[in-house]
């Protein structure tokens, strides 16, 4: 069976979207994981896959290069809605709403959540400032904005080893269902730069979510004010977000092919 794919990335966050909309394409872990492979595969961070939806436009599922599947990727949803003018988009994090304003895309990402056990954490703590440290990384701030994740507020953002430090505390038994890692630096007065190890899926040059994870966490900090201009290693998002509301994003996606497999292929 041959598959048709396309080729996106938002901000370097790269991804092989299939839409299977019209005829029923079966993604396994395994398949995912082969797809995903830069050297033998098509090669990407997340595989999107779009469905019918009866509550949305379009449901998207989004397997990590691991191929784990996860809840939610605001790069991904950027490129979905770039791709198919969705205007809601069904994801396992819930249904969130696209727009799109020339070669910018907004996406309301929902409203964040807080609590020990919607993170989830592994018993109740303090999600502001988490009592636990990993090396020179402590007092992280936990929220969940569809996905977990947890952020550190350094001096040196450069200074920190995260490709040693992301996988250890993505596996950390504090975090049940594993934890995207964000090491943020204030830049401004409503600026950020951030780092992020994305779960399942390793350093990455842009997360969306972990952008909207990360202004959240400043601005209840009292770090910095909203909109936030959050500068990643493939580019910059902006963020906004008030207290009990939802959070904005914004940024570009771009459409590299359009290419062709055969599904066999990847097992």
């Given at each position: 069976?041959?598959?048709?794919f396309?080729?996106?990335?938002g ?7 299939i ?15 082969a ?6 595969g098509?090669?990407?961070d997340?595989?999107?896959?779009l469905?019918p ?8 599922r989004?397997f ?8 939610q990727c ?11 003018r969705?205007?809601r988009?069904?994801?396992a994090?819930?249904?969130?709403a696209?727009?799109t ?9 929902g409203?964040p959540?807080?609590e020990w056990?919607?993170?989830p954490?592994a018993?109740?703590?303090?999600t502001?400032?988490?009592?636990a440290?990993?090396?020179a990384?402590?007092h ?8 977990p994740?947890?952020?550190?507020f350094?001096?040196?953002?450069d200074a ?6 992301g996988?250890r505390?993505?596996h950390?038994?504090l975090?049940?269902?594993r934890?995207?890692v ?10 950020l730069r ?8 390793g350093?990455?040059r842009a997360?969306?979510?972990g952008a909207c994870?990360?202004a959240?966490?400043?601005i ?5 004010r909203?909109p ?17 509301g939802?959070?904005?994003m914004s ?5 590299v092919f ?6 066999e292929?990847?097992?």
């Amino acid at each position: 069976m041959r598959f048709a794919f396309h080729k996106m990335h938002g901000l370097g966050n790269d991804f092989v979207v299939i839409d299977a909309r019209g005829e029923r394409i079966a993604i396994t872990r395994d398949r995912a994981r082969a797809i995903a492979d830069r050297h033998t595969g098509i090669g990407c961070d997340q595989l999107i896959l779009l469905e019918p939806s009866e509550t949305a436009d379009l449901r998207m599922r989004i397997f990590n290069a691991d191929g784990g599947e996860v809840e939610q990727c605001g790069n991904a949803l950027r490129c979905v809605a770039e791709l198919t003018r969705a205007e809601r988009i069904e994801t396992a994090g819930g249904v969130v709403a696209a727009m799109t304003e020339g070669a910018s895309i907004t996406i309301d990402m929902g409203a964040p959540r807080f609590e020990w056990d919607r993170i989830p954490l592994a018993y109740p703590l303090d999600t502001a400032d988490v009592p636990a440290a990993w090396d020179a990384l402590e007092h992280g701030s936990a929220v969940n904005v569809g996905n977990p994740h947890i952020i550190f507020f350094v001096a040196d953002l450069d200074a920190v080893s995260l490709d040693e430090l992301g996988p250890r505390i993505e596996h950390d038994p504090l975090f049940p269902d594993r934890v995207n890692v964000n090491v943020a630096q204030v830049t401004g007065s409503s600026a950020l730069r951030l780092r992020v190890w994305e779960r399942g899926a390793g350093l990455t040059r842009a997360c969306g979510t972990g952008a909207c994870a990360s202004a959240v966490a400043a601005i209840r900090r009292g770090l910095v004010r909203s909109p936030v201009a959050v500068s990643l290693p493939g580019g910059e998002l902006d963020i906004a977000w008030s207290p009990g509301g939802t959070i904005r994003m914004s940024g570009s996606a771009t459409h590299v092919f359009v290419g062709e497999a055969e599904l066999e292929a990847f097992g």
